[in-house]
Nanobody, 127 residues
Framework: HVQLVESGGGLVRAGGSLLLCCST?????????VGWFRQAPGQEREFVSA????????YYAESAKGRFTISRDKAKNTVYLQMNSLKPEDTAVYYC????????????????????WGQGTQVTVSS
């Protein structure tokens, strides 16, 4: 079992930045693709970004392209989501999720494809 812990959320003004972290103590995390999802009140959970096991393939939702960057540090068992130029509509609880994959697999954009989830971190962007 892989327990994921998100951190880095908070309150920021529009145009500001936040760095979200998704960490685990399990070395097996290096064999996992990782995705970030978010859920705003009264809305469905939606895909934000994902990174492959190797880190060589990344995907972004249209709303995140050009503003968010996903990366991973295998030595630290951590995946990052750098969020710049934040907008009030980015306000949501952000979750990271992971699934074990083969080395060449592309990451998934569907929440149902992931096996492990963190507890979420709140991001609030004020106007």
């Amino acid at each position: 079992h892989v327990q994921l812990v998100e951190s880095g959320g908070g309150l920021v003004r529009a145009g500001g930045s936040l760095l979200l972290c998704c960490s685990t103590s399990r070395r097996a995390f290096s064999q996992h693709a990782v995705g970030w999802f978010r859920q705003a009140p009264g809305q469905e959970r939606e895909f934000v970004s994902a990174i492959s096991r190797s880190g060589g393939t990344t995907y972004y939702a249209e709303s995140a392209k050009g503003r968010f960057t996903i990366s991973r540090d295998k030595a630290k068992n951590t995946v990052y989501l750098q969020m710049n130029s934040l907008k009030p509509e980015d306000t949501a609880v952000y979750y990271c999720a992971s699934r074990r994959t083969i080395l060449t697999a592309s990451p998934e954009k569907q929440a149902g494809s992931y096996s492990y989830w963190g507890q979420g971190t709140q991001v609030t962007v004020s106007s």
